[in-house]
């Protein structure tokens, strides 16, 4: 049974670096075609695709954020982590983790958490 | 970036037949995928490669397309289907996503 749980600060300073960490059972990161991906969500809006990475270690970017962005994993613990730098207003929303098969599609979701960047 | 572009909203009565559309800026190929997301929950892969279902998923869902127009087809339609759909494409970098379609039930 594949999961996945995204954990974060819930609330965090303008300016400030997001750190967000995916933790996950049911496949490895190390495994052919599989990828962890991260997609956010403002509140009543929609979704927006972060970034990939696969199990060649190989990392994928939306280019409008890549500058403030970095993606890692530890494949022994399963987890996946996202760095957002210098952190704003527009920030503020739910951030998903999902396994990505072969980088084309997200079939497993985590629940999200939530975060707000305000001052 | 590729748009994808839905219509905002449908209301439709139960066990009639929807359809859903989205429509790329440019070709996709056939690598589109839907998205059922109810309210306070999170996305939930529907149909992968435009026209698979995904396992677990009834079969009054299908879906279907090639290039730039999509269509997700819900027959026939229950209350449980009330919720946002979303479409994502991942030919072209970067994966985008849909606005999302509401569909009400009346």
């Known amino acids: 049974q594949v999961t996945l749980k995204e954990s974060g600060p819930g609330i965090l300073q303008p300016s400030q670096t997001l750190s967000l960490t995916c933790s996950f059972s049911?496949?490895?990161?190390?495994?052919?075609?599989?990828?962890v991906g991260w997609i956010r969500q403002p509140s009543g809006k929609g979704l927006e695709w972060l970034a990939t990475?696969?199990?060649?270690?190989?990392?994928h970017y939306n280019p409008s954020l890549k500058s403030r962005l970095t993606i890692s994993k530890d494949t022994s613990n399963n987890q996946v982590f996202l760095k957002i730098t210098s952190v704003d207003t527009a920030d503020t929303g739910t951030y998903y983790c999902a396994h990505s098969y072969n980088n084309w599609y997200f079939d497993f979701w985590g629940p999200g958490t939530m975060v707000t960047v305000s001052s | 970036d590729t748009v994808l572009t839905q219509s905002p909203a449908l209301a439709v009565s139960p066990g009639e037949r929807v359809t859903i559309s989205c429509r790329a800026s440019e070709s996709v190929s056939t690598l589109m995928h839907w998205y059922q997301q109810k309210p306070g929950q999170q996305p939930k892969l529907l149909i992968y490669l435009a026209s698979h279902l995904e396992s677990g998923v009834p079969a009054r869902f299908s879906g279907s397309g090639s290039g730039t127009d999509f269509t997700l087809t819900i027959d026939p339609v229950e209350a449980d289907d009330t919720a946002t759909y979303y479409c994502?494409?991942?030919?072209?970098?970067?994966?985008?996503f849909g606005a999302g379609t509401k569909l009400e039930l009346k």
């Open positions: 049911g496949f490895l990161l190390s495994a052919s075609s599989v990828g």
């Open positions: 990475i696969g199990w060649e270690d190989v990392k």
């Open positions: 994502q494409q991942s030919w072209n970098d970067p994966d985008t």
